[in-house]
Protein backbone atom coordinates (compact mmCIF):
# COMPACT_ATOMS: atom_id res chain seq x y z
CA UNK A 1 0.00 0.00 0.00
CA UNK A 2 0.63 3.68 -0.35
CA UNK A 3 -0.25 6.58 1.08
CA UNK A 4 -0.38 10.04 -0.45
CA UNK A 5 -1.00 13.46 1.08
CA UNK A 6 -1.26 16.53 -0.31
CA UNK A 7 -0.56 20.44 0.00
CA UNK A 8 0.22 23.54 -0.56
CA UNK A 9 -3.45 24.24 -1.81
CA UNK A 10 -4.74 27.99 -0.96
CA UNK A 11 -6.34 31.34 -3.09
CA UNK A 12 -4.66 33.52 -5.29
CA UNK A 13 -5.48 36.37 -7.37
CA UNK A 14 -5.59 35.43 -11.53
CA UNK A 15 -2.32 35.45 -12.80
CA UNK A 16 -0.34 34.30 -9.29
CA UNK A 17 1.46 31.02 -8.47
CA UNK A 18 1.08 27.94 -5.86
CA UNK A 19 2.76 24.70 -5.74
CA UNK A 20 1.26 21.72 -4.49
CA UNK A 21 3.39 18.91 -2.78
CA UNK A 22 2.46 15.24 -3.07
CA UNK A 23 4.20 13.33 0.00
CA UNK A 24 4.53 9.38 -0.64
CA UNK A 25 4.73 7.07 2.32
CA UNK A 26 4.50 3.01 2.50
CA UNK A 27 5.51 1.23 -0.65
CA UNK A 28 7.24 3.49 -2.84
CA UNK A 29 9.36 1.02 -4.66
CA UNK A 30 6.07 -0.66 -6.56
CA UNK A 31 5.73 3.20 -8.12
CA UNK A 32 6.69 3.70 -11.30
CA UNK A 33 4.57 7.08 -11.80
CA UNK A 34 2.61 9.43 -10.30
CA UNK A 35 -0.13 12.41 -11.64
CA UNK A 36 -2.05 15.61 -10.65
CA UNK A 37 -5.56 15.10 -11.63
CA UNK A 38 -8.62 18.01 -10.54
CA UNK A 39 -11.84 18.20 -9.97
CA UNK A 40 -14.26 21.62 -9.96
CA UNK A 41 -17.65 21.57 -8.21
CA UNK A 42 -20.05 19.66 -10.79
CA UNK A 43 -17.32 18.53 -13.26
CA UNK A 44 -15.52 15.38 -13.44
CA UNK A 45 -12.64 14.61 -12.17
CA UNK A 46 -9.28 15.64 -15.12
CA UNK A 47 -6.22 15.15 -15.69
CA UNK A 48 -3.81 17.81 -15.46
CA UNK A 49 0.04 15.99 -15.84
CA UNK A 50 2.17 12.91 -14.64
CA UNK A 51 5.71 11.82 -14.65
CA UNK A 52 7.26 8.67 -14.14
CA UNK A 53 9.17 8.65 -10.70
CA UNK A 54 12.21 9.13 -11.64
CA UNK A 55 11.43 12.11 -13.60
CA UNK A 56 12.64 10.91 -16.82
CA UNK A 57 9.42 11.57 -19.29
CA UNK A 58 6.15 13.82 -18.33
CA UNK A 59 3.08 14.93 -19.99
CA UNK A 60 0.62 17.76 -19.44
CA UNK A 61 -2.82 18.14 -20.05
CA UNK A 62 -3.08 21.24 -23.22
CA UNK A 63 -5.09 23.34 -20.22
CA UNK A 64 -1.78 23.61 -18.49
CA UNK A 65 0.72 23.30 -20.40
CA UNK A 66 3.62 26.22 -20.49
CA UNK A 67 1.73 27.02 -17.09
CA UNK A 68 2.34 24.05 -15.13
CA UNK A 69 5.01 22.37 -13.94
CA UNK A 70 5.35 18.78 -12.32
CA UNK A 71 8.76 17.50 -10.60
CA UNK A 72 9.78 14.77 -8.44
CA UNK A 73 12.29 14.49 -5.76
CA UNK A 74 13.25 10.90 -4.94
CA UNK A 75 15.13 11.49 -1.68
CA UNK A 76 11.86 12.74 -0.50
CA UNK A 77 9.21 10.60 -1.78
CA UNK A 78 7.80 13.85 -3.12
CA UNK A 79 6.32 14.86 -6.37
CA UNK A 80 5.31 18.71 -7.16
CA UNK A 81 3.23 20.64 -8.91
CA UNK A 82 4.18 24.63 -9.92
CA UNK A 83 1.28 26.07 -11.13
CA UNK A 84 1.89 29.66 -13.10
CA UNK A 85 -0.14 32.10 -14.59
CA UNK A 86 -3.64 30.66 -12.72
CA UNK A 87 -6.46 31.49 -14.00
CA UNK A 88 -10.29 31.54 -12.22
CA UNK A 89 -10.75 27.30 -14.68
CA UNK A 90 -7.55 26.37 -12.64
CA UNK A 91 -9.99 26.49 -9.63
CA UNK A 92 -10.41 23.02 -7.96
CA UNK A 93 -9.58 19.97 -5.47
CA UNK A 94 -6.27 18.69 -6.92
CA UNK A 95 -5.70 15.36 -6.15
CA UNK A 96 -2.25 13.55 -6.36
CA UNK A 97 -2.24 9.89 -7.96
CA UNK A 98 0.14 7.20 -7.66
CA UNK A 99 1.01 3.67 -9.14
CA UNK A 100 2.56 1.17 -11.81
CA UNK A 101 0.24 3.13 -14.60
CA UNK A 102 1.68 3.04 -18.37
CA UNK A 103 2.21 6.53 -20.07
CA UNK A 104 -0.16 5.85 -22.93
CA UNK A 105 -2.56 5.37 -19.81
CA UNK A 106 -1.68 8.37 -17.70
CA UNK A 107 -4.61 10.43 -18.96
CA UNK A 108 -7.09 7.64 -17.38
CA UNK A 109 -8.45 8.28 -13.97
CA UNK A 110 -9.22 4.58 -13.48
CA UNK A 111 -5.84 3.51 -14.43
CA UNK A 112 -4.57 4.82 -11.34
CA UNK A 113 -3.99 3.00 -7.60
CA UNK A 114 -3.41 5.21 -5.06
CA UNK A 115 -5.20 8.90 -4.46
CA UNK A 116 -4.68 11.30 -1.72
CA UNK A 117 -7.45 13.02 -0.32
CA UNK A 118 -7.19 16.52 -2.17
CA UNK A 119 -5.92 20.05 -1.50
CA UNK A 120 -8.38 23.30 -2.47
CA UNK A 121 -6.99 25.86 -5.36
CA UNK A 122 -9.10 28.89 -5.45
CA UNK A 123 -8.26 31.58 -7.87
CA UNK A 124 -10.14 34.69 -7.03
CA UNK A 125 -9.72 38.50 -7.18
Known amino acids: QVQLVESGGGTVQPGGSLKLTCLASGNIYSLYCGGWFRQAPGKEREYVAAITWTGSSNDYADSVKERFTISTDTSKNMMFLHMDALEPDDAAVYYC??????????????????WGRGTQVAVSS
Open 97 to 114: AAGAVLPQNWRNREAWDY
